[in-house]
């Protein structure tokens, strides 16, 4: 995938062996951890970061939900499930970056 935000390839360029130890574990844990299929796992991830207010990872999950499959209504789904939870203003913020996305 195509780096969505320019900080990031600054960041790679700048740091080429933490990036590759960082890169290193997000495989490790994303596809050896546990019998999630990968669908749900950026889906979950979604929820993650709209909950925790990082947009820049929000807007690299909704890419690799899509990419994985998701639908516009699964993410969506993932993203009213914050509601609840950590509130109104924080699916505003995150639905904002999804609408942004289109």
């Not at 820049?56 to 209504?73: C, N, P, Q, S, V």
């Amino acid at each position: 995938m195509k780096d969505l935000h320019k900080i990031y390839a600054v960041f790679k360029k700048d740091f080429p062996g933490i990036n590759a130890a960082h890169e290193a574990l997000g495989e490790k844990i994303h596809k050896e951890s546990g019998p999630l299929p990968d669908k749900l796992r950026w889906l979950i991830k979604i929820a993650i970061s709209g909950a925790s207010r990082h947009h820049t990872a929000l807007e690299t999950h909704i890419k690799k939900a899509r990419e994985a499959g998701a639908t516009d209504a699964e993410i969506k789904h993932a993203l009213l499930l914050l509601i609840q939870t950590v509130g109104f203003p924080a699916f505003m913020e995150a639905y904002l970056v999804f609408k942004s996305l289109r």
